[in-house]
Nanobody, 126 residues
Framework: QVQLVESGGGLVQAGASLRLSCAAS????????MAWFRQTSGKEREFVSA????????YYADSVKGRFTISRDTAKNMVYLQMNSLKPEDTAVYYC???????????????????WGQGTQVTVSS
């Protein structure tokens, strides 16, 4: 089973950039569909971005498209989320997730992912 550990969160001002990292162990990131989700208090977990294991196709929520970029480094067994032009509404706990199988039409659905990290807090001040 793959274990995931996120890092890179923090407190930044609006307009700044952050790069979140997800370190994987017990599995190879290129064998999984990898994704980032986020959640704020009192709200449901929200899809942010995904990277398919085959072909490397990427998917983004409309709210982050053009600002966030998901990538993976197979040599380091890491997945990243580069976040630019951050907005206060990006404030959330960000979770890395992995799925060994995936129904493509459901790639944005959290229950499709069987492995989750513990999350990293991102706070964007106005």
């Amino acid at each position: 089973q793959v274990q995931l550990v996120e890092s890179g969160g923090g407190l930044v001002q609006a307009g700044a950039s952050l790069r979140l990292s997800c370190a994987a162990s017990g599995g190879i990131v290129s064998d999984y569909t990898m994704a980032w989700f986020r959640q704020t208090s009192g709200k449901e977990r929200e899809f942010v971005s995904a990277l398919r294991r085959y072909g490397g196709h990427t998917y983004y929520a409309d709210s982050v498209k053009g600002r966030f970029t998901i990538s993976r480094d197979t040599a380091k067994n890491m997945v990243y989320l580069q976040m630019n032009s951050l907005k206060p509404e990006d404030t959330a706990v960000y979770y890395c997730a992995a799925a060994s199988g995936m129904i493509l039409s459901s790639i944005r659905n959290g229950p499709q992912y069987g492995y989750w990290g513990q999350g990293t807090q991102v706070t964007v001040s106005s």
